[in-house]
């Protein structure tokens, strides 16, 4: 019987994509049909051309296309050679939409996979991204402050009224990884003083695993750098607790350096080694840690400010 419906519904959504191109240019629509994928995932798109794709379930494909992805405050910009986007089954039932975005041959190489969908108080979203070259990877206002390949699988349940009850998990591999030389300043502002230079230095390899579940956020694996000619290495351990209300959660984590000798005595890291003098453990290894809440990290308190980790 479920089986069925299925077929019906995904006969009725081809039905309605054949009429649509039949009776309306797509190219027309274009500005409609981004917007509806803005408004649903934040995305905002802009083609060059746009037609029907029958390839599995029924959707819209696009041709040299521009991705725009929100992150936090930042807008990161791609450009692609194709797109695809889909409703998912339950997308055809309000208030469960779904939409699913395939970015295919990024220009400066790779390919993106994430589905969006949302029912009663959660949020779904899931990501799969192939050898990402992070060169293209630079936020609007400025170049990528790191380069090299990436690889990303996650799929997270993100409750919306109680944190505590999200659930999923994030991986992360990275190789020929490297730090850009930039500026790192505060988001406030008024403390423009505290801004330090970061030299350009070379990680090498970089593994990462998260995992939500039972109102906690572990940091399973974090390790970068373990290579004998990185400038910069180390790892990251600990948790992230979830509240119900998001900004009373708390970070308790750990974070282990290791500089390379050419770092050290590199002029342009000279204020980067000054930051990092009060939390070193030996000569050119360092350690901070972190016990604070989203709130003290928002507010800029001074418990935000790390602390130095205990050999």
């Known amino acids: 019987m479920k089986q069925g419906f299925g077929i019906k519904v995904l006969g009725?959504?081809?039905?309605?994509?054949?009429?649509?191109?039949?009776?309306?240019?797509?190219?027309?629509?274009?500005?409609?049909?981004?917007?509806?994928?803005y408004r649903a995932s934040g995305v905002l798109l802009i083609s060059e051309s746009i037609y029907i794709s029958f390839l599995g379930i029924p959707g819209i494909?696009?041709?040299?296309?521009?991705?725009?992805?929100?992150?936090?405050?930042?807008?990161?910009?791609?450009?692609?050679?194709?797109?695809?986007?889909?409703?998912s089954l339950?997308?055809?039932?309000?208030?469960?939409?779904?939409?699913?975005?395939?970015?295919?041959?990024?220009?400066?190489?790779?390919?993106?996979?994430?589905?969006?969908?949302?029912?009663?108080?959660?949020?779904?979203?899931?990501?799969?991204?192939?050898?990402?070259?992070?060169?293209?990877?630079?936020?609007?206002?400025?170049?990528?402050?790191?380069?090299?390949?990436?690889?990303?699988?996650?799929?997270?349940?993100?409750?919306?009224?109680?944190?505590?009850?999200s659930t999923g998990f994030f991986k992360m591999t990275a190789s020929d990884l490297k730090i850009n030389q930039q500026v790192l300043s505060p988001p406030d502002p008024a403390m423009a003083a505290?801004?330090?230079?970061?030299?350009?230095?070379?990680?090498?390899?970089l593994t990462g695993s998260l995992a939500m579940k039972n109102g906690v956020l572990e940091i399973t694996q974090f390790k970068f750098g373990d290579e004998p000619s990185s400038d910069f290495k180390g790892n990251i351990s600990g948790e992230f607790k979830l509240e119900k209300i998001f900004e009373q959660s708390t970070f308790n984590v750990a974070l282990k350096l290791k500089l390379s000798q050419k770092?050290?005595?590199?002029?342009?890291?000279?204020?980067?080694?000054?930051?990092?003098?009060?939390?070193?453990?030996?000569?050119?290894?360092?350690?901070?840690?972190?016990?604070?809440?989203?709130k003290d990290f928002t507010n800029f308190s001074i418990k935000a400010i790390p602390e130095k980790l205990n050999n």
Do not use: C
């Open 263 to 294: 770092i050290l005595e590199n002029p342009d890291a000279k204020t980067f080694t000054s930051f990092l003098s009060s939390y070193q453990l030996a000569p050119g290894e360092y350690g901070l840690k972190w016990n604070a809440s989203v």
């Open 90 to 165: 339950s997308g055809f039932f309000p208030p469960h939409p779904g939409l699913s975005i395939k970015i295919s041959n990024l220009k400066k190489g790779g390919d993106i996979y994430t589905k969006i969908g949302k029912g009663g108080h959660s949020v779904s979203f899931y990501l799969d991204a192939e050898n990402v070259n992070l060169d293209q990877v630079g936020a609007r206002n400025g170049g990528p402050p790191v380069s090299g390949d990436l690889n990303i699988s996650s799929d997270i349940n993100f409750n919306e009224v109680d944190v505590s009850k």
């Open 194 to 205: 505290f801004s330090f230079l970061v030299p350009a230095m070379k990680i090498g390899k």
């Open 12 to 37: 009725f959504a081809g039905l309605f994509l054949l009429t649509l191109f039949v009776f309306f240019p797509l190219n027309n629509l274009r500005g409609y049909i981004f917007d509806k994928v």
């Open 61 to 87: 494909g696009m041709k040299n296309v521009s991705v725009t992805l929100p992150l936090a405050e930042e807008e990161i910009e791609l450009h692609s050679q194709s797109v695809t986007l889909r409703p």
